[in-house]
């Protein structure tokens, strides 16, 4: 009986190793969840601050330029109450030309510019032909007036003119689509493969 007293003590041994193993492995997992824990209520927290600065920012983007407008808006106002004190016309229209300039200025320097359509070829990227004339008096596609002008805001068409176009064909007394092609959208038409063009080299 002692003998197998003694050979049961080693067991014992072994199986408290196994569980002081065993308790470690396990504090060190609810270390490992309580830092995952904290890192994801961190992670949501700046989410939320993230979300709510860029609220922010977007509702006072403009707040600089504002300004710059309001200025021009006083000076508006202050050219209408001159003009009604002296009943003068050409101060009235003095003070809106100047004005005029000052808001172009502005725009110009915050990425606006005009789309030139006078004197250029339709095209459908930055025109609309909101009217389409037969005329001798140019070449097919040619913008004989500008309606509305159009605006680029930092090389991306945010408007496009309204302008007259040009027409000389005619198919069943409809404007032929392929009048009013851009020169780029008639040359990739051009290098286009047919068909047929792929038969004959096989042959």
């Known amino acids: 009986m002692e003998k197998n ?3 049961k003590k080693p067991d014992i041994k072994a199986l408290e190793a196994e569980l002081k193993v065993l308790r470690e492995e396990l504090s060190k997992k609810d270390d490992y969840q ?9 992670f949501d927290n700046f ?9 922010e920012f977007i509702k006072y983007a403009n707040e600089s330029m ?9 000076n508006f106002e202050r ?3 001159a003009a009604d004190e002296k009943q003068d016309f050409k101060l009235l229209h003095q003070g ?8 172009h200025k502005l725009l110009s320097e915050k990425g606006l510019k005009k789309i030139v359509a006078i004197g ?24 004989l ?21 040009i027409k000389n064909k005619e198919v069943n007394g409809e404007l032929d689509p392929s009048a009013l092609q851009t020169q780029d959208d008639k040359k990739e038409k051009e290098e286009e493969i047919k068909p047929e063009d792929i038969i004959k080299e096989d042959q």
């Open 34 to 42: 309580d830092n995952f824990l904290r890192l994801q209520a961190e």
């Open 47 to 55: 989410r939320k601050r993230s979300a709510k600065e860029r609220q």
């Open 96 to 103: 809106v030309d100047m004005i005029s300039k000052e808001l």
């Open 5 to 7: 007293s003694k050979n």
């Open 79 to 81: 050219s209408i109450k």
């Open 120 to 143: 250029e070829k339709f095209d459908p990227h930055k025109h609309e032909a909101f009217e389409v004339v037969e005329s001798e008096d140019g070449e097919e596609g040619d913008i």
């Open 145 to 165: 007036e500008e309606f509305q002008p159009g605006y680029l805001l930092n090389d991306r068409i945010i408007r496009p003119a309204k302008v007259k176009v």
């Open 66 to 74: 504002v300004l710059e407008l309001i200025g021009m808006l006083d």
